[in-house]
C-alpha cells in the first residue's frame, strides 16, 4: 500500500468520523455542461456527516487501543472461511495509523465485481467536485426548430422537478414549461420540431468487455448523456428489461411534455420530434442532483449504468474522449494523481459487471482509508453512499443471522456480487473506539453457496465488537 496519501490528523479524522454516528442534511445556469455550484447559503453537503446514520456504532476516540494483529488474525482465520470452493483475500487496516493489522493475500489482484464502482467514485468525486451538477438544456436550432441537449443527467424524471430527491431531481416537466414560456416570450407559434442531442458522448454505448447476458438481464445498458431514471422504464421497478435508446426515450418523454405544456396557458404550440441537432441559442435548462449525490446513489444502489456515464463525464471534464475507454483512462490517472498504488490493477469496466477487473484487497483498503482520513475532503463525500450493514442499500436485508447479527447498523460497506464473487469493502468503528478500514474479496467461490455471504459479514462483524489489544 505504498504511496497512500498520509491521514491529515486527529482533528480531521474526528470530523470525518462523525459520519458514523450523527444524520446529514435548481436553478439553470445556462449551457455549461458542468454547471457551477450553486451559491453556498451553508456549509456544503459534503462537508457535512452523510444523511444514512449508523445508529448503534460505538463512539470513536482519540485514544482507543489499537488491535492486536495476531488477536484480530486468531479471529479472522476462523470467519474468513469458503464454502465450498475459493479463496479469500483480506486486508484491514488501522484508519488512523496506516498500520496493517491482518492481511492474507492482501496484494493478489483479483476480480473484485461491484466493490470497483468505489474506485469510479473517488475519480468522479476529484475530477468533478461533490457540488458540481449535469445541465439538460433547450437550444433553438431555428425558427421552429429546438434540440434538447444531454449533458451527463441521467436520473431525470419525466414529471416536475423533485430539488429533494437524486433520482428525478430534475425534470422534463420542467424543461418543458420554461422551454414553452420562453418561445411564446419569443413570439413563436405553431408547430415546433425538437431533436435529440448525445454527443457529449463517443464511441461504443457499450463497454465489449460487458457479457450481452448482463445487459438483456437489465444489469445495464446502452450509455448515453440524457436518460430517464437512469435508463430504466419505471424509477420503482430496478431489474428486468431496460430502454436501449435513452435520447430516443427521453426525447419522447419530451416531447409529451412539451405538448401539454404547449396545449394551454396562452397561444397553442404542438411539437413533434423531428430535425437533428445543431447549434444555437439556449431557451433552457435543468440541472441535476450533485455529483456528491450522485455517487452516493450509485453506491446505495450498485448503479451500474450510472456508474458508466459518470465514469465518462471524469473523461470528458478531463479533455479526454466520452467513450468507455476514454472513462477507464481517466479514472486511472484520478486514481494514480490521489496517491493510490494502481500497479497491477486492471480496469476493464468501471462497475464491475466485467470479471476481466483485477483489484488488490490492499488497494480497495488503500482507497477507502484515503476516504475516510485523507487530506483531500471531497472524498470524504462518498461515505455519505456506503450501505450500512442491515439498513440500507445492498446491505439492508444481511446481518440478520446470529453470526453477523453483532455489526448491523455498524458496518458501513459496498458489497460486490459475481458468479464466483463475492466483495465488501468498507470501515468500521470498533468496540474500543478504534478506526478500522478492511478490504474482502473472494474469487473461485461455490456459485450460490450460502456461507460465502455468512462468512463476509461475520468477519465484519468481528471487526465492529473486536476489543482485540
Not at 479469500?88 to 466493490?115: C, H, I, M, W
Not at 429533494?164 to 416537466?173: C, E, F, I, N, R
Not at 431496460?242 to 427521453?250: F, S, Y
Request: net charge neutral; aromatic share 4%.
Amino acid at each position: 500500500m505504498s504511496r497512500l496519501v498520509r491521514a491529515a490528523g486527529s482533528a480531521l479524522l474526528v470530523l470525518v468520523l462523525l459520519a458514523l454516528v450523527i444524520p446529514l442534511g435548481i436553478h439553470w445556469s445556462g449551457a455549461a455542461v458542468f454547471a457551477s455550484p450553486e451559491p453556498a447559503v451553508s456549509t456544503p453537503a459534503w462537508q457535512l456527516p452523510p444523511s444514512t446514520p449508523a445508529p448503534q456504532s460505538g463512539a470513536l476516540r482519540d485514544q482507543a487501543p489499537q488491535p492486536s494483529a495476531p488477536a484480530l488474525a486468531a479471529l479472522l482465520n476462523k470467519t474468513l472461511v469458503p464454502d465450498g470452493a475459493g479463496s479469500f483475500s483480506a486486508q484491514v487496516v488501522d484508519a488512523q495509523t496506516g498500520a496493517v493489522l491482518y492481511g492474507s493475500k492482501a496484494d493478489e489482484a483479483r476480480t473484485p465485481a461491484s466493490n470497483m464502482k468505489l474506485l469510479t467514485a473517488a475519480a468522479a468525486l476529484q475530477a468533478l467536485g461533490p457540488d458540481s451538477r449535469f445541465t439538460t438544456e433547450v437550444i433553438r436550432t431555428g425558427p421552429s426548430s429546438l434540440v434538447i441537449h444531454g449533458g451527463g443527467d441521467v436520473l431525470l424524471g419525466a414529471g416536475e422537478s423533485q430539488p429533494d430527491q437524486v433520482m428525478g431531481h430534475a425534470g422534463l416537466g420542467t424543461l418543458a414549461t420554461r422551454t414553452v414560456a420562453a418561445l411564446r416570450g419569443a413570439g413563436v407559434k405553431g408547430k415546433v420540431t425538437v431533436a435529440g442531442d448525445a454527443g457529449l458522448f463517443s464511441g461504443p454505448a457499450l463497454n465489449p468487455a460487458v457479457d450481452p447476458g448482463d445487459v438483456a438481464a437489465g444489469e445495464t445498458a446502452p450509455v448515453a448523456p440524457m436518460a430517464l431514471n437512469s435508463a430504466r422504464l419505471d424509477p420503482d421497478v430496478v431489474t428486468g428489461p431496460r430502454p436501449q435508446d435513452q435520447t430516443a426515450t427521453v426525447l419522447k418523454a419530451f416531447v409529451a411534455a412539451l405538448n401539454k405544456a404547449g396545449a394551454g396557458g396562452g397561444t397553442p404550440l404542438t411539437f413533434s420530434a423531428g430535425g437533428k441537432a445543431g447549434t444555437g441559442t439556449a431557451l433552457a435548462g435543468v440541472e441535476s442532483a450533485t455529483v456528491a449525490g450522485q455517487v452516493a446513489w450509485m453506491l446505495q444502489h450498485s448503479d451500474n449504468f450510472l456508474t458508466d456515464v459518470l465514469g465518462r463525464m471524469v473523461a470528458v471534464k478531463s479533455g479526454r474522449a466520452g467513450s468507455y475507454a476514454g472513462g477507464i483512462a481517466a479514472v486511472r490517472s484520478e486514481l494514480d494523481q490521489l496517491g493510490l498504488d494502481t500497479r497491477g490493477m486492471v480496469i476493464a469496466d468501471l462497475s464491475g459487471l466485467s470479471a476481466a477487473n483485477r483489484v488488490s484487497s490492499a488497494q480497495f483498503a488503500g482507497l477507502i482509508r484515503l476516504m475516510t482520513t485523507g487530506s483531500n475532503a471531497s472524498l470524504r463525500a462518498a461515505l455519505d453512499g456506503f450501505p450500512v450493514a442491515g439498513l440500507s442499500g445492498t446491505l439492508g436485508d444481511r446481518y440478520g443471522d446470529a453470526s453477523s447479527k453483532g455489526g448491523a447498523g455498524l458496518i458501513r460497506a459496498k458489497t460486490g456480487t459475481l458468479n464466483t464473487v463475492l466483495s465488501l469493502s468498507g470501515y468500521v468503528v470498533d468496540a474500543d473506539g478504534r478506526l478500522l478500514v478492511f478490504s474482502f474479496l473472494g474469487n473461485g467461490l461455490t456459485p450460490g453457496a450460502t456461507g460465502n455471504k455468512t462468512a463476509l459479514d461475520s468477519s465484519a462483524t468481528v471487526l465492529a465488537g473486536c476489543g482485540c489489544h
